[in-house]
């Protein structure tokens, strides 16, 4: 609000915050500050406190009335919150009423306003968060905002700090009873803080990926809450049970016959240890989605990522999956027959995000295709070099992924067959060398789907993902389903599971032929090929110039 | 074609800022339509460059790629001769520019006050420089009075200042109007050419974009035509009016025809005259500049010529427009 001298101020509504501290945010965080002014009103306060406490009385009351009743003639003899003698029967005092167990139900009521905090906190973010960018861009008052000097950083950050300033405050008023029933249920404030912890990196995880998903055209907040609902049951589901481990899981590594190691991190060491490893890997998360939100914000026309950032994505992911797979657990070859199926789907749909990634838009390729010469001259300025086509088909912004995903799923296919040969000792006789014909098999039908996504994403067409929907359902879906129907099991008809069904033969390593193997390989690079092909000749036919197209008319 | 991008690209190093807005080769391709057509534009700092065309010629097109709203396909931007890169923050560029589009959206939630103050952090304008800034640019727009009030209360009028005010608020020095006065009543649009005068007059570089001509012909000394993508014209308003405007005089008197025709034959820049019917009066074709006419007026004065009017008249920039034969100029 304007100072009160020389002119007369407003009548002010966040007086009480103080002007001073709004405009030290505002001086830090000039979004953060604008959403707040949006947020705090009288009625908005009120009505985050008043619905906060009534939903905190009923939880309250809900759990009251699940207690035993104390009641003479009611009293229970089995009840979930009494005191048991160790027969599931309820203790009673000298005066012979039912001892209630506290300790239980003050957990049970903790766990439960805990999971509901989170629900709240991340649905009620993600829905305003998606509603008020969507409104920013369709307004229009966005553009305006990439034109200042401020950088996505602080604008996403301000929103995500403020948008939700009325949910984090219903939240906030819940933290003491949040407390107590915690400490009533015997556990610490420690957990308490480590929960939070979790639970607000939880948040911010989905608050990004709200906002990607905003940043990416959608209107519909409701649709990113529906999304965010059945991603954040399992969220909150490994976070209960990260918790729920018994302490006995926990230390004492040496006296273990299996030890849960990544690489050398010893993860069963210590709860805080596993739950750092958690913290640590959505961060990075969080750290590549604040990374595509950055590029957007510059550029609403960008990729997600660069090709030089999904190089390490790639490798990153690799990272992480080689932790777990290269343990020396005393056991037979069967064991990895799983570990080669996961490896094939975690690298297909590192393929398919790659290829949703690093796909420009089509008039970015049709640009890229007329005038890459051009503007590979014109990069002259920043880089002091002529940048090959070569090059800018690794590393340009707008260049076709082709030859970036090609070679990333050939670095992935080459530390793969590493891995399945530092792992020898564990296969038996020639199995090692059907696993590397089976992940090359693999592979070749990652180019293939890979050249079939780059199609249809090029196609000028409204429905595009439903396409690429449909057509993932029929390669990679039907025909198992089929086999299935004929009754033809993979043991007894490998060949036709290993030409037709993506990693089909992973789990018939011992039947699976080299004719079979070489076939599928064959056919399948052979149509990645032709794909590959058809895509470069369509991206020319884009890019011929207006003279050339009215000769060749 | 590459060798010669390269040389203008030495030449770019090192040219020094001579020019606010500096484009070369620029183009802007949607699908197959080629909006904008290697456009080479050159704004001198303190101009005030109109930009006339008919519509869908590329001139919005143009003005989001300068003001960094709109990556181009090819081509360069340089302001004040700093290069614009489309994939870089642009910090300092972007505190050059202030860009008004035609249609200007606003938070409706804030009130004037608070939106201006949004705009003068984001532009990281501290206080006390912020709060004077403030109440200088609401004072310019003269929406003082309204500083309190929310911005849905705001008449059109009243909004399209308040995003003027906003474009302004970090005080750049070249700003970019896309149709700033369309749909604004004869006093909004009067209002809002006083408050481009006063910003004209504080030797800010102005770029703007009318179908409005008459408010252009007042406030612009260059102009530059679009059609169909392509600068065709591209020259001060006084060179444009010399080359294309036809001007005439209007002479009324109550004797002495034969000796004005006699003085007119000798005097420079007339080319020719038309007497009216009562031979009373004469429509004098004259190409010489305002000096020239005063010295024609002097001259008939000094014969002793009993004239009683004597009136000069110019083809309008509406009028040169449709002459170079553009039919549609909204």
Known sequence: ?553 | MLELTDSSLLTAAVSPPEFAIETRGLTKQFDHHVAVNSIDLKISPGEVYGLIGPNGAGKTTLIRMLAAAEEPTTGEIYIHGERLLRDRQNATIKRYLGYLPDDYPLYEDLTVWDYLDYYARLYELRDPKRTQRLYEVLDLVQLTYKRNSPITELSRGMKQRLGLARTIVHEPILLLLDEPVSGLDPIARRQFREVIQTLQEAGMTILISSHVLSDLAELCTSIGIVELGCLVESTSLESLYRRLSHQQILIKFSDGLERLTDLLSRTPYVEGWTPSSDRRSLTVDFSGRVEDCTALLRSIILADIPISEFHRTQESLEDIFLKLGHQQVS
């Open chain 1, 1 to 553: 609000m304007p100072p009160s001298s020389p002119h007369p101020s407003a009548p002010s509504t966040v007086e009480p915050i103080g002007d001073r501290l709004l405009n030290a945010i505002g001086n830090l965080n000039p979004q953060f500050l604008r959403e707040l002014k949006g947020q705090l009103k009288p009625r908005n306060l009120s009505l985050a406190l008043g619905l906060s406490l009534l939903a905190q009385g009923l939880l309250y009351f809900m759990f009251q009335a699940g207690l035993p009743p104390t009641d003479q003639p009611f009293q229970p003899t089995h009840h979930t919150y009494c005191l048991t003698d160790g027969h599931y029967n309820c203790l009673f005092d000298a005066d012979g009423v039912v001892k209630v167990d506290w300790n239980y139900w003050g957990t049970n009521f903790s766990h439960t306003l805990g999971a509901g905090l989170i629900t709240i906190l991340v649905l009620g973010g993600v829905y305003q968060l998606i509603a008020n960018y969507a409104k920013e861009r369709q307004t229009g008052t966005l553009d305006f905002l990439r034109l200042t000097p401020q950088s996505g950083d602080r604008i996403f950050l301000g929103k995500i700090l403020g948008v939700p300033a009325m949910v984090y405050l219903a939240v906030f008023a819940a933290l003491p009873l949040h407390a107590y029933m915690t400490l009533m249920g015997g556990s610490s404030l420690l957990n308490l803080g480590l929960f939070y912890v979790s639970a607000i990196e939880i948040a911010v995880l989905f608050f990004c990926a709200a906002m990607l998903i905003a940043c990416l055209g959608t209107n519909q907040a409701w649709l990113g809450v529906l999304v965010s609902s059945a991603m954040l049951y399992p969220a909150v589901a490994v976070l209960y049970v990260l918790f729920a481990i018994p302490e006995e899981f926990f230390g004492d590594l040496a006296n273990r016959s299996t030890i849960f190691l990544w690489w050398i991190v010893p993860l069963s060491q210590s709860r805080l240890a596993l739950m750092s490893f958690c913290w640590v890997w959505t961060g990075i998360g969080i750290y590549w989605i604040w990374q595509a939100l950055g590029r957007l914000f510059r550029n609403s026309k960008a990729t997600l990522l660069s090709k030089t950032q999904t190089y390490w994505l790639t490798a990153e992911l690799t990272v992480f999956w080689l932790g777990f797979a290269m343990q020396p657990f005393s056991v037979g070859w069967s064991d990895w027959e799983p570990m080669l199926y996961f490896m094939s789907v975690f690298y297909l749909t590192i393929t398919i995000a790659l290829n949703l990634i690093l796909m420009p838009p089509r008039q970015s390729v049709q640009d890229w295709a007329r005038y890459h010469h051009v503007n590979a001259a014109e990069g002259l300025s920043e880089s002091e070099t002529r940048r090959s086509i070569w090059l800018d088909l690794l590393i340009g912004e707008k260049s076709p992924p082709t030859l970036a995903i090609a070679v990333q799923l050939l670095a992935t296919c080459l530390v793969c067959i590493a891995w399945v040969i530092a792992m020898h000792g564990y296969w038996a006789g020639n199995l090692g060398w059907t696993a590397i014909g089976i992940l090359l098999v693999s592979f070749a039908s990652m180019l293939m789907l890979s050249g079939l996504l780059q199609h249809i994403l090029h196609w000028k067409l409204k429905q595009r993902h439903a396409l690429i929907l449909a057509c993932f359902f029929a390669l990679l879906v039907i025909p198992p389903i089929l086999l299935g129907v004929a009754d033809l099991s993979v043991k007894a008809a490998t060949d036709l599971w290993t030409l037709f069904v993506f990693a089909g033969s992973t789990f018939a390593i011992e039947q699976v032929t080299l004719t079979a193997l070489l076939g599928a390989f064959t056919w399948q690079l052979a149509t990645a090929g032709l794909l590959t092909y058809r895509f470069k000749r369509s991206i020319e036919v884009l890019g011929r110039s207006e003279v050339r197209r009215l000769i060749e008319r």
